[in-house]
């Protein structure tokens, strides 16, 4: 049986008011106002951005990817729980 550490009910999610001050620009683009840093992102980084702007829990952030893209819900979770690490990481190089 294979218990996932990395399952969205175990998934820390990045600080809200972080998330909530981010400038997301239609190319993908990422700029904190508040420390100057930037990073970019693809079309479903930025949906799932949004998303978690908007108070998303990852379960409806999750059943939001799957009805827009059209991927099953293991894609939806494993594709989400990598984003989420990553935008974390970046958010922690911008709080340093």
């Keep these: 049986m294979h218990n996932d550490a990395n399952s969205l009910e175990n998934i820390e999610l990045p600080d809200l008011l972080a ?22 992102v693809n079309e479903t980084g930025m949906f799932i951005l949004k998303e978690l702007q908007n108070n998303q829990n990852p379960s409806q952030v ?12 293991r894609d939806a979770e494993r594709d989400l729980i990598e984003f989420i690490g990553l935008l974390r990481k970046q958010l922690q190089g911008i709080q340093q």
């Excluded at 997301?24 to 930037?38: A, M, N, R």
């Excluded at 999750?62 to 059209?70: D, F, G, L, P, R």
């Design 19 to 40: 998330l909530k001050r981010l400038a997301i620009s239609e190319s993908g683009f990422i700029f904190d106002p508040e420390t100057g840093h930037s990073f970019s």
């Design 62 to 73: 999750q059943q939001a990817i799957v009805n827009s893209y059209e991927i099953s819900n």
